[in-house]
């Protein structure tokens, strides 16, 4: 489980420490925070290469039941006929460019949110720039008063410790 509000203050602390924050209510997800992290660095990393520091803005808030945790930049932009191909491996917009991307980031970025159960979309941001939103599946709490999924017998079972096995065994 993961303070979805903590956990990115201290990404962009690390990475974009010039960017604009927004977050909006309190933000959990159960997730992987190694996938999460990368995801987010990626972004960053891609807006801060192409667009540079001026108008850089993470955002994230509840959206219909889903996080969702947006990058924006103020940077040229991408060519509508580029954008369907934004996340395909070895992808450049604008492979003139010498800026020693290997047009993997915005892949890898992908994979690891469909890993994580959620999706990545890139769009123009209006005025300029671009908008990269991810959104991952949020689980609500329980109801007071909900029964248990999990029969008890098989929630003993799953939770008990073993002793690791450290030499072969006889």
């Keep these: 489980d993961l303070d979805l509000r903590d956990f990115l203050k201290a990404v962009v ?7 604009e924050v927004s977050l909006q209510g309190q933000l959990y ?6 996938r999460l992290e990368r995801i987010v660095a990626n972004l960053l990393d891609n807006a801060r290469q192409h667009a540079g520091t001026e108008g850089l803005l993470l955002g994230a808030a509840l ?20 954008l369907p191909h934004l996340f395909d491996r070895f992808y450049k917009a604008d492979p003139s460019r010498h800026s020693g991307g290997s047009g993997l980031g915005l892949a890898i970025a992908r994979e690891n949110a469909e890993l994580l159960g ?14 990269f939103e991810l959104r991952l599946p949020v689980t609500p709490s329980l109801r007071t008063g909900d029964g248990r999924v999990t029969p008890a017998a098989e929630a003993a079972q799953e939770s008990r410790v073993t002793r690791p096995v450290t030499e072969a065994q006889p």
Excluded: H, I, K
């Design 13 to 19: 602390a690390a990475r974009a420490p010039e960017a």
């Design 63 to 82: 959206a219909n039941g889903q996080a969702l945790v947006s990058v924006a930049d103020r940077g040229p932009g991408v060519d509508a006929a580029d």
């Design 118 to 131: 959620g999706s990545l979309s890139a769009r123009p941001r209006d005025g300029g720039g671009m908008v």
């Design 29 to 34: 997800v159960r997730t992987d925070p190694r």
